[in-house]
């Protein structure tokens, strides 16, 4: 029996993870609409630190795929990925003349969509 693969769509999310989110939606832009390998290699030869994360995202995804809707590893393309901002943690740093300023530490929330690919 044969399944409908056209309207299944697996997620994947890391959640407070400790990049910037300005930071990694640069990394995100570099895998939208590609197909799983090809998004791979571009992570794992990337050399911005959020890469790791999103290939860790990115991987998870596909296993979801695999063992939860049976679907083939070399027939999935990231059909959506985008980075929401999580908390931030507040840290203050010692200034000049005894005053103080804030670091702000941001999270993001790493969400990579997958699909099968469209046979035209």
């Known amino acids: 029996m044969?399944?409908?693969?056209?309207?299944i769509e697996?997620?994947?999310t890391a959640k407070y993870v400790r990049v910037a989110p300005r930071k990694a939606r640069a990394v995100v832009a570099l895998v939208r609409g590609k197909s799983v390998e090809k998004a791979l290699e571009v992570l794992q030869f990337s050399t911005r630190a959020a890469a790791t994360?999103?290939?860790?995202v990115?991987?998870?995804?596909?296993?979801?795929?695999?063992?939860?809707n049976g679907l083939r590893a070399n027939n999935l393309?990231?059909?959506t990925a985008f980075v929401d901002e999580g908390p931030t943690?507040?840290?203050i740093r010692p200034r000049?003349?005894?005053?103080?300023?804030r670091i702000n530490k941001r999270m993001?929330?790493?969400?990579?969509?997958?699909?099968p690919r469209k046979e035209a």
């Open 53 to 56: 994360d999103v290939a860790k």
């Open 2 to 7: 044969a399944k409908n693969t056209d309207s």
């Open 96 to 101: 000049a003349k005894g005053s103080a300023s």
């Open 58 to 68: 990115l991987r998870s995804a596909v296993a979801n795929a695999e063992n939860n």
């Open 89 to 91: 943690l507040k840290r």
């Open 10 to 12: 697996v997620r994947a």
């Open 108 to 115: 993001s929330h790493i969400t990579v969509v997958v699909a």
């Open 77 to 79: 393309v990231v059909k």
